[in-house]
């Protein structure tokens, strides 16, 4: 299955890359599902909402402040590395990721499409058009306000309630229905409209490569190959940058 994959690394003319929170869980950022996931310990309705960030700023801004100092010093771990070094071999390789703790740039990956928005920034809830970047002293006193007009600070990441970024989601999904490949890293594959994306791959004949430890939505097919095993392990092998063993 491994020779499978690298064989099928080594000759797709048009791969996509699709990461969940999976992808960092070796750098240390937890999950939303699963055993240790956040969404067991938390509700993202009052959270990660936009409802909740109106009715309870302080609430949502204090969860954000743990997210980001809970990030402060993560570094993208092996398997960030190896897909920095099959971008740079391929020439080309979008990255789609539902992720928001911007990994794949720190890794040094361009075309990187984040639809899930960016835990490294915040704007003006009321949209006057102030952007800022979420450092520390932003986090002092919560909730943080837009001092160009007086409108509470947002996170610039979609929260419940919120539709995902139009022309990032309809790019994800013309690569999805282009490529000839995608690798599938770290998602529970469940949370729409996102989730569509693989499946919008396999519908145009791309084969997937999935990387997750466990089975997820993805269909049981020959033109899916799961491997069960951990991003940081498993992508430095199958971009030839570790040797099989
Ligand atoms: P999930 O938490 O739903 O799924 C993470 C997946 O990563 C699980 O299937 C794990 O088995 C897998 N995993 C864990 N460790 C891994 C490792 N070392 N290598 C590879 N895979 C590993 O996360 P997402 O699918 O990203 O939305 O969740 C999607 C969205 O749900 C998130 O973007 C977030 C959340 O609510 C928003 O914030 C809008």
Not at 67 to 77: N, S
Not at 190 to 212: K, R
Request: aromatic share 6%; net charge neutral.
């Amino acid at each position: 299955m491994i020779n499978r994959a690298i064989e099928l690394i080594r000759k797709s003319t048009r791969p996509v890359i699709f990461t969940g929170a999976g992808m960092s869980r070796e750098s240390g950022m937890r999950t939303f599902r699963g055993e240790d996931g956040l969404w067991k310990q938390y509700s993202p309705e009052q959270l990660s909402s936009i409802s909740g960030l109106r009715s309870a700023p302080e609430v949502v801004w204090n969860w954000y402040r743990m997210r980001l100092m809970t990030g402060e010093g993560v570094v993208p771990h092996a398997g960030y590395k190896a897909l920095t070094y099959l971008q740079s071999k391929k020439g080309k390789l979008p990255v789609i990721t539902q992720n928001v703790d911007g990994l794949h740039r720190l890794a040094g990956q361009t075309d990187v499409l984040e639809i899930h928005g960016s835990m490294r920034t915040a704007s003006c809830l009321d949209e006057c058009g102030f952007s800022t970047e979420l450092t520390s002293g932003i986090l002092k006193n919560l909730p943080p306000f837009c001092p160009d007009c007086g409108a509470i600070l947002r996170p610039d990441i979609v929260l419940f309630g919120e539709l995902l970024p139009q022309k990032i989601i309809s790019k994800s999904y013309e690569l999805a229905e282009d490529c000839d490949l995608m690798i599938v890293i770290g998602t529970s594959v469940q949370v729409w409209p996102a989730a569509g994306i693989p499946f919008a791959a396999l519908e145009n004949g791309a084969v997937i490569i999935e990387i997750n430890p466990v089975q997820t939505e993805l269909p049981r097919s020959d033109h899916v190959i799961s491997i069960r095993r951990k991003a940081g392990e498993i992508l430095p092998l199958l971009v030839g940058l570790e040797e099989k063993t």
